[in-house]
């Protein structure tokens, strides 16, 4: 079992940053991918960016490519999701999600743990 828990969401004007952090309870974090998602109001939760166990590997929608940065420190069991240049679209919902198959990331359903979530506001 995998537990996780999100926090670092807050309100923020457009152009600003802001740093996710994802807490990940139980001792096989390491052998999990880690991703983050995203859900908007009135919108269907959507992929953001995953990272691979030890962190070699990564990817992003082509959305916050250049802007959202995915890391993760498996000495913590946590992973982070640095998020610069704000855009007031970025608004969501941000949930962190543990896969096992890497190369299933896109499939939201493929994901075995999920966390609460936490909010993001960007403001114009």
């Known amino acids: 079992q995998v537990q996780l828990v999100e926090s670092g969401g807050g309100l923020v004007q457009a152009g600003g940053s802001l740093r996710l952090s994802c807490a990940a309870s139980g001792r096989t974090f390491s052998s999990y991918s880690m991703g983050w998602f995203r859900q908007a109001p009135g919108k269907e939760r959507e992929f953001t960016a995953i990272i691979s166990p030890y962190g070699g590997n990564t990817y992003y929608t082509d959305s916050v490519k250049g802007r959202f940065t995915i890391s993760r420190d498996n000495a913590k069991n946590t992973v982070y999701l640095q998020m610069n240049s704000l855009k007031p679209e970025d608004t969501a919902v941000y949930y962190c999600?543990?896969?096992?198959?890497?190369?299933?990331?896109?499939?939201?359903?493929?994901?075995?743990?999920w966390g609460q979530g936490t909010q993001v506001t960007v403001s114009s």
């Open positions: 999600a543990a896969i096992y198959r890497y190369s299933a990331y896109r499939i939201r359903d493929e994901y075995d743990y």
